[in-house]
């Protein structure tokens, strides 16, 4: 049902283009990402942290992962914007991080993942 409202409103007010992304953003994610990492109810940490709920996180705190000493240190709360910077480079973002990954250089990429994840929440 909060997905129809959410739906609906979105529609009103002529904002069909996010669901788009989030879509992309979505296969984006399964592409390149759910191999580590799990979102949704559910979600279990892995190889990587679970993501539910990452936005206004700080980094590195998610109970019961095993984080580097980098990202337990790095001193900033999860938003767009470190997303998309860790998400381009991590070892950049967070010299000494775990994550071993290429990093994703295309902007609407970045948004689109940024934009599922922020409707990726562990209760249903």
């Not at 669901?19 to 992309?24: E, G, K, M, T």
């Not at 979600?43 to 000493?69: E, H, I």
């Amino acid at each position: 049902m909060k997905t129809l409202v959410a739906v609906v409103l979105l529609k009103l007010l002529g904002g069909e283009a996010a669901w788009a992304d989030a879509d992309n953003g979505r296969n984006l994610f399964l592409r390149r990402c759910h191999n580590c990492h799990s979102v949704g109810p559910g979600a279990q940490s892995g190889f990587g942290p679970q993501l539910n709920d990452l936005f206004g996180r700080q980094a590195g705190s998610l109970a019961g992962y095993n984080y580097s000493d980098a990202m337990r240190n790095a001193g900033f709360a999860w938003d767009r914007e470190a997303l998309a910077a860790f998400l381009r480079d991590p070892e950049q973002k967070v010299p000494g991080t775990k994550m071993r990954f290429w990093g994703i250089g295309d902007a609407e990429d970045l948004g689109d993942i940024a934009d599922y994840l922020q409707t990726q929440h562990g209760i249903p």
